[in-house]
């Protein structure tokens, strides 16, 4: 850390420990100051230009024209709370409810925290039961109820109503030497057994949620047929399925939706992070009987959600991601990238694995005894960002380099992350 030296950054930390307090994280080895973006580029104090390969909530590129003026424009004409007749965000939940195709109505909120809890309360109240089945590498959110699912062991009790289960993936099998369909079974027998124990306890079952992608888990390959037998498990345990598509949805995968992409048929969606572009904007939505459910019984207001600036805001995103063709270009440049990733990284011995889907994806890394790394890939986040590339480290052992910069990427921004990524791995191989 560069605490002790006169540099303005070094200024400028002393003073966020002080006005945050201390342990406020920030990434790299040593902290990035950063003043402006445009597209997928950001630019730092000292004038350097990084290639943003990182950061999803600009998902249409930072500083896009088209979201500063619906912002400026909306705000400049009204903006109140949603008790009002109004048009923008009645035309945004028409939108992203006519474009999830499986939803009818939606709950607007601010963060992708209120917009779960929301979903769980829904999946409560249509089931009346108070169950809830997670997979145990997740994050879902941060307040008390969502914060119950994050990285909850499989098998831990200490949330009477909540159960998880082992993430599904390929890469490190439930059991060895088990595949496909049998290695899916096997996880769903995980599935089953925490619903029946749920129900056992008196908790019932509500509800599986879960990212169609298992972003946060490290985008791990999933066993074939896995997504289709639990939400057939599910509905038969009367439950629902409530679809995290705060990291996978908004063409992120090459398809609107992540559920999309992996066969699942979800009850309950969830949105977020890219939806506002940076304003705070979330949703959930579901059928409409569902939705007027919850609305009957909870009353559920929010001072910022659902306001004309919200709608307009969100309103502008789909446009500019369906105007610029930015989920195609997630689609094709992120199949280009990955399969290049994999033909130039391929021969280091610590590359486990390129995964991933669209312009989402995850370069894992382990040690000579094929043991997580977490130390290697963020050695190489720290390399990437010195050669002006940012990226950052996840997965459930945060061993893997993540890749999910904002959907305007430029192609020959992609090849000469490719080149970074390539040297980066070289020299520390050297
Ligand atoms: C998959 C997923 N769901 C939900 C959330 C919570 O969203 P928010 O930070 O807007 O509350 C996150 C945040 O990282 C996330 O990755």
Known sequence: MTGTSKTPDADLLARRDLAFGKGAKLFYDTPLHLVRGAGAHVFAADGRRYVDMYNNVPCVG??????????????????????????????????????????????????????????????????????????D??????????????????????????????????????????????????????????????????????????????ANEGLPDIPQGFMAKAAAAVRAAGGLIIADEVQAGYGRTGQWWGYDAVGLVPDIVVTGKPM???LPLAATTAKRDLVEAFRGETRYFNTFAASPLQGAVGLAVIEVLESEGLIERARVLGAELKAALRQRLGHWPGLADVRGLGLFLAAE??????????????????????????????????????????LALQRADALAFLDAFDRAVAERHA
């Open 62 to 135: 930072h500083a896009h024209p088209r979201i500063v003026e619906a912002m400026a424009r909306q705000q400049a004409a009204l903006n109140t709370h949603s008790r009002y007749l109004s048009e923008p965000a009645i035309a945004l939940a028409e939108r992203l409810t006519g474009l999830q195709r499986v939803t009818q109505s939606a709950i607007f909120s601010c963060s992708g925290t209120e917009a779960i809890e929301i979903a769980i309360r829904i999946a409560r109240i249509a089931t009346g039961a108070g169950g809830i089945v997670c997979t």
């Open 137 to 214: 590498h997740t994050y879902h959110g941060n307040n008390m109820l969502v914060g119950a699912l994050t990285n909850l062991p499989a098998g831990d009790t200490r949330h009477p109503d909540v159960r998880s289960i082992p993430f599904p993936e390929t890469l490190r099998p439930l059991a060895p030497g088990l595949t496909g369909e049998a290695l899916a079974d096997a996880y769903i027998a995980r599935l089953i057994a925490a619903i029946d124990e749920l129900k056992a306890s008196g908790a019932g079952f509500a509800a599986l949620i879960l990212c169609p992608i298992l």
């Open 276 to 278: 506002g572009a940076g």
């Open 365 to 406: 890394f382990v040690d000579s005894d094929g043991a997580p790394d977490t130390a290697q890939a963020f050695e190489l986040v720290c390399a990437l960002r010195d050669k002006g590339f940012l990226t950052s480290i996840d997965g459930a052992f945060n061993n893997c380099v993540k890749m999910r910069p904002p």
